[in-house]
Nanobody, 119 residues
Framework: QVQLVESGGGLVRPGGSLRLTCKAS????????IGWYRQAPGKQRELVAS???????YYPNAMKGRFTISRDNSENSVYLQMSRLRPEDTAVYYC?????????????WGQGTPVPVSS
């Protein structure tokens, strides 16, 4: 069972950029998709972006334009580049994986990496 660890979060000013890293404990070649989710205080967790094998990104409509997801199988990592950040992007960001197309996302969640956007 692969485990994912998030990193790269931190305080950023509005308008700034940040790159998050999701590092897997093992080979991700066989994993269908890896996604970035976020959970803001008092809100439900929501999908930010996902990338399916070999490197096909998906963004919900509300997330298009400022987020870019990429997958590097040689590094067993998935990255989320965030730009023009807004205070409403403040959340804890998590990654998760989906083993098969249309399969469930893993039931276990990691610690996440917090991203406060504030001046």
């Amino acid at each position: 069972q692969v485990q994912l660890v998030e990193s790269g979060g931190g305080l950023v000013r509005p308008g700034g950029s940040l790159r998050l890293t999701c590092k897997a404990s093992g080979n991700i070649d066989s994993i269908w998709a890896i996604g970035w989710y976020r959970q803001a205080p008092g809100k439900q967790r929501e999908l930010v972006a996902s990338v399916a094998r070999p490197n096909n990104p998906y963004y919900p409509n509300a997330m298009k334009g400022r987020f870019t997801i990429s997958r590097d199988n040689s590094e067993n990592s998935v990255y989320l580049q965030m730009s023009r950040l807004r205070p409403e992007d403040t959340a804890v960001y998590y990654c998760n994986h989906q083993l098969q197309p249309r399969g469930p996302w893993d039931a276990a969640w990691g610690q996440g990496t917090p991203v406060p956007v504030s001046s």
